[in-house]
Structures are given as structure tokens and as C-alpha cells.
């Protein structure tokens, strides 16, 4: 059997090689495996004529997939790929691979070349290794370079000196704090910035929210290719659709002609499906309608499964976008009235009393399309999250309220993830520019007690606020509305991610008091450190051109808008300096915090999503080669440090569905700490929403968790989301199914179980 090396030599497959090179990666990282036992598995696995890079694969994979026997195994995949990687680029310096690359910048090229030695001592490739095997995976298949045929031409690190370059050139200072804090894991920027970072058209902002414009042809079919442009280049897009005319509007003095909003929105779903940004993933738009429309009934049957396929348009995804009135209707089952925003214009400009003067002006006028009872169209809203997970629930007086924006205008809609709030207009599409920061790199046990550096996590987040602010300054923008808006208001979105994983290091139960204390102190702190960056920023550079007339212009800052007792505050005395700094000489950025989901960020960095409790305590990953089971590493571990980790208990936790809390040997405590998010009171995830909501100025992307959903289960949820006072009620419905189809087998001999796969 013969192996083709790097070289392209052919040579016959030698055991004590393949064996050889798994002894150097286990003892390099002192794991307790036998590597005899490990290449003989891959020698069985063997093809012909397999190349070493696909040897290399074959190994991982095979270590992967005895992980749940012993996560040691995870180091010696992940170290494989690693390896492979740095192999294959042969020690190439940063600088060669970026002069080489066909996608970089003449600017940053030529750059690179005037400080390569800086630049190429600067970057630490031992780093590559601190990613786990599904992180590097992550980066290999969508991240990381590749040339005109498809191979990997840069390593982790390079990307990170990519990114990080391309932000600050000429500032080698800037560029490199930026690098080291990415490569230490302490953050990370959103996917558009890693994807198109120091290439010839960078565009590397995240969410753009587009308005509309006038209910005309010519006005939508802009919207659509605005729709497509940003697609083309990574972004997500929510667009809210309050402004069309209803079914059987009058047109033209034609009556009962207007067709409504359904056959427009296939043309928008159509358009998502056929620009997949650049082959990266699939583009991305969300619809927000004002429950007031007539159309609404439409609105939430488009995602269903069943039904006319003329009236479902399902590539797309849906909120509702709540005034208080409507809640109030709901609670005292009164009648819901529906207007056609032709006949009755202006709701969707208007936001509290104003909004409810206006609509009841209607009312009297006898103005309405429809009535409906409000629970109605309440329960038809419930019916619909209980099939698809949506519509997203945004509580429109709360989001204009509390938003700093509060002075440009009324904000219509949010993103296509529901954490940002903008102001958008017909000449202005919001953009905002997102990264999040890593907790769990911030938390630890000293001396037996739990231990949080804050002072780092505020650093971290001034470094972040500088970052973005610098992304606003050199970014491609697809459309002009996108840049007028973004260099205007100067909006940013710092995020989250491994909030769950920070409680786990902790042994903080996700329910405890302390967890609830550490969540607000975290945001506190993140908050105070944006807006110290942002003030100081607006020192240097004069404040963003509407910040006058906004609430921070009056020391008004987001915790100020909430009824938040301001004794609970972690830092007064410098909050209080603060105010008076913003007051003289202003801030550089309207928005600051919206904590995002961090999906493949979070896979990237070995985090648990977002603000996210674990929702298993085992779970399938995906990879080319197939499926795996992967259990919580935290639990793990856990249970390692007491001897009590055995092939038996890991069976056990399978055929409970990723649960702990019914396995025998597991120890309360260890059964409070790791509750899944199926297991946790959702009242406790709204709490520790609400809770950090005065320190987030846009809004928050909270999905909430109920196995076995039903209309009375998501009254009292909404309600309660409502009445806390949160801007995004909801971002997914995550429920169960009644029969998973996903079996896994633990042992042939064994019965099979259920796995609930995140």
C-alpha cells in the first residue's frame, strides 16, 4: 500500500511512521494515549495511494470520534489538523503568504513588505493550538484563505494578523494589540470582517437594515437590489415592510387591485436564495410587519410547512414588530383594529402615546380594513412560533424609548438576529459593525474561590470599541444609504459569547444568585468600558454629527432610561465622571452593546453561543467525514476530577438525551450546576435579560426554550418579556420534537436512544 508525501513522492505506508508521528503530538501535549493502538486503527482505515494530508485527516477523525471515551483524544485531533496545515504551508512567513495571496489589497501587500520583519516576529504560530478539533475544522472549511484552486494558503494566526492589520495600518501598535487579543481568544471580530478583511473590497459589516422607502414600484425594486448588493457581500438584512399597501388596496383610484404583501416577498425570498455570498453561506433577510397591518394573518403563515405554496415564501424570516397598545388589547381581550397603511399612513413613524392618539384617531374614523379580536391575532402569532419558531417578538415603544437614536427619528425594525435597533430611513440603511468578546478568558478559581478580571474584560472592551470604530472608517460599503448612515451615527455592536461557559468554569449554577450578580457586573463593566472608548474617541475626533439632542448629549445614558436603582451600580464614581466628560465633549459612537448570536464565532473560539445556556450536555457535530458525539467538556472534566467519568456514565447521559439530572452516580451539585436550557426556568434567562438590558443600548438576541410549547405556556412567557420592559422579546422559539428521528446507537448490543443535537 503506498502513501503520496507532500512532495509528491510515492512511498510504501510505514506503520512505524504513522505511529512515530501520533507518539511526537502526545507526548508534546503529555496526553496518556497509546499511539500504537491509535495507528492501528488508521492502518485498517487505509486507501491506496492516500496522500499524507489525507492520512493526517483520517487520523483526526478517527481521534474525534473516540473523544467521548476520553476528551484527550479532541487535543490529539485538533493538534493533527494544526499540524497538517502548518505542514502543508511549509513555514511560510505572513509575509509571503500575504504577497502570494490572489485576494489581498495592493495596500496591505505593499504594506506588509515595508514592515515584514515587525510584523513576521510579531505572530505567534504556537497559538494555532489552543483551538479545539471543531474550531479549527470551522476555520479550515470557511475562514481561513484558500487559492484559485481551492487549497488553504493561511493559518489561524494569519488571519488574526490579517484582520488586525487591516483595521489599523499604519498603527503596527494598534494592529498588533488587536492581534493579540484575537490570538489570546480574548475576542473576536463578526464573520464579514474575518471573511473579507485587507481584500480589495473589504466590506465587513454584519447587519443592515434597510427601509422600504415608498410604496412604489420603482422604490421596491431598489430595495431589492440594495437587498442583493448587501448579500453579495456577507451582510444580514432586516427590512421592515409597515409602509406597503394592503390585499385589495385601491391603486391608481383602481380599487381592490393591490395584491398585498405575499407576492411581493416571494420576489425578496427568491432573491435571498440566489445570492449566497459568494459561495460562503446563503443570503440572509428578515421581514418585520407591524401587527397593525392587514395583512398580518399572511405575514405569519408564510414559514409554516403546510398550505398553498403560492402563499409561503419560507427562505425568509419573519418578526412582529409590537406596539404597547396591542399587548394592552391582547391583555383585556378588546377588539384589534387593522389598517392599510394607505388609508391610514403614519402608524409605523410614531412610537407611545403618540402612536396610540393616532391609531385611535382611526379607530373613530372608522379608518380600518378589519377588526379582529387582539387574541385572535394573538394566538394565530403563538400557533406560528409553535410550527417554525417565529415570528420574532420586538416590542416597538420599548426599542424607541430607551435608544439613544431616540433624537434622529423613529426605528422601524431590527436585524436579521434581533440584537440591533437603528434609525433607518429611505436614505439611510443602518449598518452596524460587530464583535464579541470571549468571557470564559476572563474567569477562573483563585485559591478555591471564583475569580473574574474585570479590569481586563473593560479593557477588552475599549480595545473592541476602538476596533470597530476604525472598521466604520475603512469599510466597503454596498450601497451609498449604508455609508451615510454608518459615518453619521457611528452605531457598533459588541457581543457576547461563552456566558454559560463562564458560570461552568465558576461552578455557578446558570439559576444562582451569583449568576445572576456576575451577569450584570459583566455587562456593567463592558458598557462602562465602550463608552469610556467612545468618549475618549470623541475627544480626538469631535463627536458623531447627531449626537446632539440625543440622551447622552444630556448625561442620559441606557441605564438611565431603565427604572434601575442606581445604588446597585458597580462603578458610581466613575459613571458619574464619565457623564460629565460626555456632556463636555460628547461620544463617537450612538449605539454601543447588542449582544449578538455568535454561532460559527463561537464554534471557532470553543464557546457555548452568545448568552446561551448549554441546551445538551451532549450533542452531535457535523463534519464531512460524518457525525460524532461530543459531550460538555466542562461536565467532563468535572466528573473526571472525581473519578467518576466511566464509559457506563457517559452511556448513561446518552440515552438520557444530553441530560444529567436522572443519571444515578452524578452528584446534586453537579446536576444543579449543568441543568440544560430545556431544565432552567426561562423566567431566569428573561431575568438575566432584563438585568443586563441597562447596560445594552441596542437590544439582545434572547431565544427562549420551551420542550413542549402550547399557547398558554408562551402568553405567560411574552407577557412577562413584555412586561420586564425588554426591546427583543424573543429572537427563536426553540422547542423539541415529539419523536426525534436522530438516532444514536451507544453499543450494537444495547438499545438505541434519542440525542439531542445543538
Not at 191 to 203: E, V
Not at 406 to 430: D, F, P, V
Not at 523 to 544: D, H, M, R, V, W
Request: hydrophobic share 35%.
Amino acid at each position: 500500500m503506498k502513501v503520496t508525501k507532500r512532495d509528491n513522492t510515492i512511498q510504501d505506508v510505514d506503520f512505524n511512521k504513522i505511529t512515530e508521528r501520533i507518539r511526537n503530538i502526545t507526548s508534546e501535549n503529555n496526553l496518556k494515549l497509546d499511539p500504537i493502538v491509535i495507528a492501528q486503527k488508521v492502518c485498517s482505515s487505509l486507501n491506496d495511494n492516500i496522500k499524507t494530508t489525507e492520512l493526517d485527516k483520517l487520523t483526526a477523525e478517527l481521534a474525534i470520534s473516540m473523544s467521548t471515551l476520553d476528551p484527550e483524544y479532541a487535543t490529539l485531533a485538533s493538534h493533527i489538523v494544526i499540524s497538517d496545515i502548518h505542514k502543508n504551508l511549509n513555514n511560510k512567513q505572513f509575509s509571503d503568504i500575504i504577497n502570494q495571496s490572489p485576494h489581498i489589497s495592493p495596500d496591505l501587500k505593499d504594506f506588509t513588505q515595508k514592515h515584514q520583519t515587525e510584523i513576521n516576529n510579531e505572530i505567534d504560530y504556537q497559538k494555532d493550538y489552543l483551538f479545539d478539533y471543531f474550531g479549527i475544522k470551522t476555520l479550515e472549511r470557511a475562514y481561513l484563505s484558500k487559492d484559485l484552486t481551492g487549497n488553504i494558503i493561511e493559518r489561524p494566526q494569519d488571519l488574526f494578523m490579517r484582520v488586525a492589520l487591516a483595521i489599523h495600518m499604519p498603527d503596527l501598535h494598534s494592529a498588533f494589540e488587536t492581534y493579540h487579543g484575537m490570538s489570546n481568544k480574548q475576542f473576536i471580530h463578526a464573520t464579514p470582517t474575518l471573511f473579507n478583511a485587507g481584500t480589495p473590497k473589504q466590506q465587513l459589516s454584519s447587519c443592515f437594515l434597510q427601509d422600504i422607502g415608498d410604496d412604489s414600484l420603482d422604490s421596491i425594486y431598489k430595495t431589492l437590489t440594495d437587498c442583493a448588493n448587501i448579500s453579495k457581500y456577507a451582510g444580514g438584512i432586516g427590512l421592515h415592510i409597515h409602509n406597503i399597501r394592503s390585499t385589495g388596496a385601491t391603486i391608481n383610484n383602481v380599487p381592490n387591485v393591490g395584491q398585498g404583501i405575499v407576492p411581493m416577498l416571494k420576489v425578496f425570498n427568491d432573491t435571498a436564495k440566489f445570492i449566497n455570498q459568494g459561495g460562503k453561506r446563503p443570503g440572509s433577510i428578515a421581514i418585520y410587519l407591524q401587527v397593525d397591518h392587514p395583512d398580518i394573518f399572511q405575514f405569519l403563515d408564510l414559514k409554516k410547512n403546510s398550505g398553498d405554496e403560492e402563499a409561503r415564501a419560507r427562505d425568509l424570516f419573519y418578526a412582529a414588530w409590537i406596539p404597547d397598545l396591542f399587548m394592552e388589547r391582547v391583555k383585556e381581550d378588546k377588539l384589534w383594529s387593522l389598517f392599510c397603511p394607505h388609508t391610514a399612513p403614519g402608524l409605523s413613524d410614531v412610537y407611545g402615546e403618540e402612536y396610540t392618539e393616532l391609531y385611535t384617531k382611526y379607530e373613530e374614523e372608522k379608518l380600518f380594513t378589519k377588526q379582529v379580536k387582539a387574541q385572535e391575532l394573538w394566538f394565530a402569532i403563538c400557533v406560528s412560533q409553535i410550527e417554525t419558531g417565529t415570528p420574532y417578538m420586538l416590542y416597538k415603544d420599548a426599542i424607541n424609548k430607551r435608544s439613544n437614536q431616540k433624537n434622529i427619528g423613529t426605528i422601524k425594525s431590527s436585524n436579521l438576529c434581533t440584537e440591533i435597533c437603528q434609525y433607518t430611513s429611505k436614505e439611510e440603511t443602518a449598518v452596524c459593525n460587530l464583535a464579541s468578546i470571549c468571557l470564559p478568558q476572563f474567569a477562573g478559581i483563585n485559591s478555591h474561590t471564583p475569580d473574574f478580571d474585570f479590569a481586563a474584560l473593560k479593557q477588552t472592551a475599549k480595545i473592541i470599541t476602538r476596533n470597530l470604530n476604525k472598521v466604520i472608517d475603512i469599510n466597503f460599503y454596498p450601497t451609498k444609504e449604508a455609508e451615510r448612515s454608518n459615518k453619521r451615527h457611528r452605531p457598533i455592536g459588541i457581543g457576547v459569547q461563552g456566558l454559560a461557559d463562564t458560570y461552568l468554569i465558576l461552578k455557578l449554577p446558570f439559576s444562582s444568585p451569583e449568576a445572576k450578580q456576575l451577569n450584570k457586573q459583566i455587562f456593567e463593566t463592558i458598557y462602562l468600558g465602550a463608552a469610556e472608548a467612545s468618549c475618549e474617541l470623541a475627544k480626538q475626533n469631535g463627536p458623531y454629527e447627531t449626537f446632539p439632542g440625543s440622551p447622552a448629549s444630556e448625561g442620559i445614558l441606557q441605564f438611565d432610561l431603565w427604572d434601575l436603582n442606581k445604588d446597585t451600580l458597580m462603578y458610581p464614581n466613575e459613571w458619574n465622571i464619565l457623564k460629565k466628560d460626555i456632556i463636555k465633549h460628547g461620544m463617537y459612537n450612538s449605539l454601543l452593546l447588542a449582544p449578538m448570536p455568535t454561532a460559527s464565532t463561537s464554534q471557532i473560539m470553543g464557546n457555548n453561543e452568545c448568552i446561551e445556556p448549554y441546551t445538551s450536555n451532549i450533542y452531535l457535530r457535523r463534519t464531512l467525514a460524518g457525525e460524532f458525539v461530543v459531550i460538555n467538556q466542562h461536565l467532563v472534566k468535572d466528573l473526571q476530577d472525581l473519578n467518576l467519568w466511566t464509559k457506563q456514565l457517559k452511556d448513561d447521559i446518552i440515552r438520557n438525551n444530553g441530560s444529567v439530572q436522572n443519571v444515578k452516580n452524578i452528584p446534586d451539585n453537579l446536576k444543579l450546576l449543568y441543568k440544560t436550557a430545556w431544565e432552567i426556568s426561562q423566567k431566569v434567562l428573561i431575568d438575566q435579560a432584563a438585568d443586563r438590558a441597562p447596560f445594552v443600548c441596542q437590544s439582545q438576541s434572547m431565544n427562549l426554550f420551551i420542550a413542549k410549547p402550547d399557547i398558554q405556556k408562551l402568553t405567560a412567557m411574552h407577557f412577562y418579556t413584555w412586561q420586564k420592559g425588554l426591546k427583543t422579546g424573543m429572537y427563536y422559539l426553540r422547542t423539541q420534537p415529539a419523536a426525534n428521528p436522530q438516532q444514536f446507537s451507544i453499543e450494537p448490543e444495547q438499545q438505541s436512544c434519542e440525542l439531542c443535537s445543538a
